[in-house]
Nanobody, 123 residues
């Protein structure tokens, strides 16, 4: 059973930085994509950044381009999200997810989800 586990959330002031980590265990296959999602209170969950593991290509939602960077340490089987120039609107619960299928979709059909880590950005 794949179990992603996020860490690194916290409270920062606007303009600050945080780095989220996602360590996953239990893989019996190589995931095709890994991604970060977020959900703010009263809003739908949205994809933030995704990584195509075979090519290493990243994809970002428009609101975080130039501020967030997704990466993975294959040796540690850990996914990261470096978040710079944080804004109050980045406040949300952030989730790590992975999927097996190479389905050409950056943010759909994810199979395995972590429990989330809270990010709070104050103005």
């Amino acid at each position: 059973q794949v179990q992603p586990m996020e860490s690194g959330g916290g409270s920062v002031q606007a303009g600050g930085s945080l780095r989220l980590s996602c360590a996953a265990s239990g893989y019996t296959y190589s995931p095709a994509y890994m991604a970060w999602f977020r959900q703010a209170p009263g809003k739908e969950r949205e994809g933030v950044a995704a990584l195509h593991l075979r090519s290493g290509s990243p994809y970002y939602t428009d609101s975080v381009k130039g501020r967030f960077t997704i990466s993975r340490d294959n040796a540690k089987n850990t996914l990261y999200l470096q978040m710079n120039s944080l804004k109050p609107e980045d406040t949300a619960m952030y989730y790590c997810a992975s999927k097996r299928a190479y389905d050409l979709s950056w943010f759909r059909n994810y199979n395995y989800w972590g429990q989330g880590t809270q990010v709070t950005v104050s103005s």
